[in-house]
């Protein structure tokens, strides 16, 4: 799809939620957007994860396909290295030591290179721009999601202390930035821009790609706004949030149009969640490529659904068309009687 219209699509589709958002503060309509829709986004996002997890762990994986990036474990006298068991890993600790790294490192992005063609020589160099952002895109997405948990705990656990301590170190504004708002803000804007300047990645970037970006980026600017530019009624909202969790929710009389917008943009996103890309989150753990241990050479794996499987095999397949392969002048294993005794 054109560009320009997949940036008008998704841009558009995001702007259209934030006019719904509006209409429904107008019309004063607290309850359904701040108690009904927050309902449906949660059990649409349990019930699509659970349904996306099961149907993907469900469906079959005839062969074994790990994808593999070093030495194979072979005969004893080839070397087989730690850097091998993790990139080519032939026991399960070797599968969850990769699949850690890869979860909490992004190690494979880690090592991505850039090809350079400068008119005679290719060259492959390291390329961590989008590690960065992807990084810091992911944890600071996670440190605003535990921040979030103090209006959905009472009395507040000690990692959600624990975390807004450590993200609110630099107490020079009043009220106290948090880096991760903050730095989320300019990773979604960061992965944005790559889509749209860098010309390969903008060929194959679809609407798909750009919606979510600009919903996270809603979410976060409307929440950045709540924060530190419009005050909104925390106490109120709390109320609302608490409420919520426990099954008795409680409906404020007034809520800012911005949190009508924040909250109907994040419930948006938790129903959109499990039906698009960003399924990953689930996704990652059930990827046959990274979930197998390579030990093709030491285990003979066996069709499961039916180990009685006849196989056509070369040799018979050889005796069926031996005479027609001769007169096609291909090789064959086995000369037929009459032509085996003129050579
Ligand atoms: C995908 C989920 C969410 C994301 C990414 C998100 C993001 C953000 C960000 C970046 C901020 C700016 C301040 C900060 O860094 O914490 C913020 C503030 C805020 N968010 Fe969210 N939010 C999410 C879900 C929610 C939910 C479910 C609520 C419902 C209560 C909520 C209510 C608020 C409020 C009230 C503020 C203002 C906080 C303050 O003034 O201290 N957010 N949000």
């Not at 969850?96 to 991505?112: A, T, Y």
């Not at 959600?160 to 804007?189: H, K």
């Not at 109907?264 to 960003?278: A, D, I, Q, T």
Request: aromatic share 14%.
């Amino acid at each position: 799809m054109n560009v320009i219209l997949s940036l008008l699509f998704s841009g558009m589709a995001v702007t259209g939620l934030v006019v719904i958002a509006v209409i429904g503060w107008a019309a004063n309509m607290n309850t359904l957007f701040g108690v009904v829709i927050p309902y449906i986004a949660g059990v649409t996002f349990l019930v699509g994860m659970i349904y996306r997890v099961v149907s993907s762990g469900k469906s079959p994986v005839p062969f074994r396909i790990p994808s593999t990036c070093s030495q194979q474990k072979s005969l004893p006298w080839i070397k087989y290295t730690y850097v091998d068991k993790l990139d080519n890993p032939s026991t399960k600790l070797g599968v969850w030591g990769r699949m850690i790294l890869e979860v909490l490192f992004f190690r494979s992005l880690f090592r991505n290179t850039r090809m350079q063609f400068d008119g005679e020589n290719i060259r492959y160099t390291s390329s961590k721009w989008l590690w960065i952002g992807a990084i810091a895109f992911h944890y600071c997405f996670l440190a605003v999601l535990i921040r979030h948990l103090r209006f959905f705990t009472n009395p507040l656990p000690w990692f959600v202390e624990l975390t807004e301590n450590i993200d609110g170190f630099f107490q020079f504004w009043l009220p106290t930035p948090y880096q991760s708002g903050l730095l989320l803000g300019g990773a979604v804007t960061f992965l944005l821009l790559r889509r749209l300047l860098i010309p390969q990645v903008r060929y194959i970037s679809l609407p798909a790609d750009y919606f979510p970006l600009f919903l996270i980026l809603g979410i976060v600017k409307t929440g950045i706004l709540m924060r530190y530019v419009v005050k909104v009624d925390i106490i109120s909202i709390k109320d609302l949030t608490l409420g919520l969790v426990n099954f008795s929710p409680v409906v404020p009389e007034t809520m800012s149009v911005f949190f009508y917008m924040h909250i109907f943009l994040v419930s948006v996103l938790f129903m959109y969640f499990p039906f698009s890309k960003l399924v990953h989150l689930g996704g990652v753990f059930l990827s046959p490529t990274r979930n197998l241990e390579n030990n093709n050479r030491a285990v003979r794996h066996i069709n499961p659904w039916n180990p009685e499987l006849k196989y056509h095999t070369y040799e018979a397949y050889e005796d069926d068309f031996r005479e027609a392969m001769i007169e096609a002048g291909l090789p064959v294993d086995k000369k037929v009687a009459s032509t085996a005794g003129k050579e």
